[in-house]
């Protein structure tokens, strides 16, 4: 079942190019587009129709945090433009400056680059039928939310808004992309994971897994884009309460998911809406999220 966002467009200065499960994308010239992190949220690739006041502004800081932290690894698609350059109208300025961010333009590669620490979610799922995820054999007998002997690279397809992501395997990527830009997506994504996971850990926060989403420059380079390690790409857990074996406490969107495996819900759209409980909870953990790592 196809889905589009009924969500009415926050800006009426720029013109609005893509509105995907959470972010705006506006045109702003032939180099630059705004991305606006809204305070919407999907799961199951499903737009629900409640939103998490704040969310987009949390999102926003996460990204710009991580961009900084690891340009020494890749280049990102962050851009010298200020919002005060892009944006004209004052009002609509003020409503977003939170939760925007001015980024070059540049030609999105086909594939999101997952890598995984841990056994959880779909990959476990793939674990349990397979013994493997994406092709890669894993050693017998793991208990749900594991950590693996090493992070592994999990790429999947990218969906539109409302289909659903696949996983695929490494070949896969090859085929799509080429086998030099596919081998420089699986290691620069496992070498940005890597690094992020051992600064979070030192925060308590174990990074179980995240998505990373990469772009070409016009010289053809490889270029970080899209939001980067956020509570809504990643799942971080509390070192703390961390115990293998079950679906472990979370900072990120596993709460709402949670909540919904409860319902009697068939996971297409619409979405049903989320309780004051379950909102107030999934902003106070994004909220503990953004306070831990950057403080």
């Keep these: 079942m196809?889905?589009?966002?009924?969500?009415?467009?926050?800006?009426?200065?720029?013109?609005?190019?893509?509105?995907?499960?959470?972010r705006d994308n506006y045109n702003i010239d032939e180099q630059h587009m705004l991305i606006v992190a809204t305070d919407r949220i999907s799961a199951f690739d499903v737009i629900m129709p409640t939103s998490i006041p704040g969310k987009g502004k949390i999102l926003t800081?996460?990204?710009?945090?991580?961009?900084?932290?690891?340009?020494?690894?890749?280049?990102?698609?962050?851009?010298?433009?200020?919002?005060?350059?892009?944006?004209?109208?004052?009002?609509?300025?003020?409503?977003?400056?939170?939760?925007?961010?001015?980024?070059?333009?540049?030609?999105?590669?086909p594939i999101e680059a997952i890598v995984r620490g841990y056994i959880i979610g779909s990959?476990?799922?793939?674990?349990?039928?397979?013994?493997?995820?994406?092709?890669?054999k894993l050693p017998a007998n793991l208990q749900m939310a594991d950590k693996l002997p090493k992070a592994i690279y999990t790429p999947s397809t990218k969906a539109d808004v409302g289909g659903h992501d696949e996983n695929i395997d490494y070949q896969s990527t090859v085929d799509l992309i080429g086998e030099e830009l596919a081998m420089q997506v699986r290691d620069v994504?496992?070498?940005?994971?890597?690094?992020?996971?051992?600064?979070?850990l030192e925060r308590g926060i174990i990074i179980a897994d995240t998505k990373f989403e990469f772009g070409l420059d016009d010289n053809d380079e490889l270029v970080l884009i899209d939001e980067v390690l956020t509570p809504d790409s990643s799942r971080f857990w509390?070192?703390?309460?961390?115990?293998?074996?079950i679906s472990p406490e979370s900072f990120d969107k596993q709460f709402v998911r949670d909540y919904l495996e409860t319902l009697d819900w068939d996971k297409n759209p619409p979405g049903p809406?989320?309780?004051k409980e379950i909102i107030e909870k999934t902003t106070e953990k994004y909220n503990e999220a953004l306070q831990r790592l950057i403080r």
């Design 2 to 22: 196809s889905q589009t966002s009924n969500a009415i467009p926050i800006l009426k200065s720029l013109e609005l190019v893509h509105q995907g499960k959470v």
């Design 189 to 200: 994504s496992i070498q940005l994971y890597q690094e992020a996971a051992d600064y979070a």
């Design 123 to 136: 990959g476990w799922k793939d674990y349990q039928k397979t013994g493997t995820v994406c092709g890669i």
């Design 61 to 109: 800081a996460v990204t710009h945090f991580w961009l900084n932290k690891l340009r020494h690894i890749i280049p990102n698609h962050e851009s010298d433009m200020t919002l005060e350059q892009a944006i004209s109208d004052s009002a609509e300025l003020a409503a977003v400056k939170d939760q925007a961010m001015v980024v070059k333009k540049l030609r999105p590669l």
């Design 238 to 245: 509390p070192v703390d309460t961390y115990q293998s074996g």
């Design 273 to 275: 809406e989320l309780p």
